[in-house]
């Protein structure tokens, strides 16, 4: 696939030049095309090549990248192909750069495969993020299901009460002897205390 975009400025007869290949996987059953070599071509002659790497869709698709460029900063897809070439001192970038070899319907481009990874890091900061959002909830629940409750429960009953013997004798008439080994004790009639449970 050539770009001509004729003479500009000191070059005459530009040429930009897309070499494709497609390939068929059979474990996708179907044909694949890539973007092999980018050649740029003045003066009817090849003055540079770039080697293309990850450049590449399903044949009935198109490729789309906001970026493709020989330099580091946009991820580099195009690699010099020698380092004893003259691409050495040309830098190649397309932005918003969309390609089709094959399969072309009513001269549009086909559903775009676009470059960007399903893992970009934006995209695994908010996958880490909810999975520390959803440990936070986890550990909430958990709390929240064993919390003990503080309600305090109490219980009456009727029930004798002993205490060891009282000097005072104003209280004869509520009290009885029991008798024991030794020690007298008392039974308080009627006496109620309550349990407390917390």
């Known amino acids: 696939l050539s770009l001509k975009f004729g003479d500009i ?9 897309f070499l494709l290949t497609t390939t068929y996987y059979q474990l996708s059953v179907q044909n694949w095309f890539s973007l092999h070599r ?14 293309a790497t990850r450049i590449y869709a399903p044949a009935s698709y198109s490729y789309h990248c906001e970026h493709v460029s020989s330099l580091q900063r946009y991820d580099a897809l ?13 830098e190649v970038t ?6 089709q070899g094959f399969n072309i319907q009513e001269g549009h481009f086909a559903y775009a495969k676009d470059c960007a990874s399903f893992f970009s890091p934006a995209i695994l ?15 909430a629940l958990h709390m929240l299901i064993h919390l003990k409750s503080l309600d305090r429960h109490y219980e009456c009953k009727a029930s004798p009460a002993y205490f060891a013997q009282v000097k005072d004798n104003d209280i004869g008439d509520e ?13 308080l009639r009627n006496q109620q205390f309550c349990k407390i449970y917390i």
Do not use: C
């Open 125 to 139: 900061m908010g996958l880490v993020m909810s999975l520390i959002l959803l440990l936070v909830l986890a550990y």
């Open 175 to 187: 009290k009885e002897p029991l008798r024991s080994s030794g020690n007298e004790f008392y039974e």
């Open 38 to 51: 980018l050649q740029l071509l003045y003066n009817h002659s090849i003055q540079a090549t770039f080697n």
């Open 78 to 90: 195009l690699i010099p192909s020698s380092a004893n070439d003259l691409s050495k001192l040309w």
């Open 9 to 17: 400025g000191n070059l005459k007869g530009l040429v930009i030049r």
């Open 94 to 99: 397309f932005i918003d750069f969309q390609i």
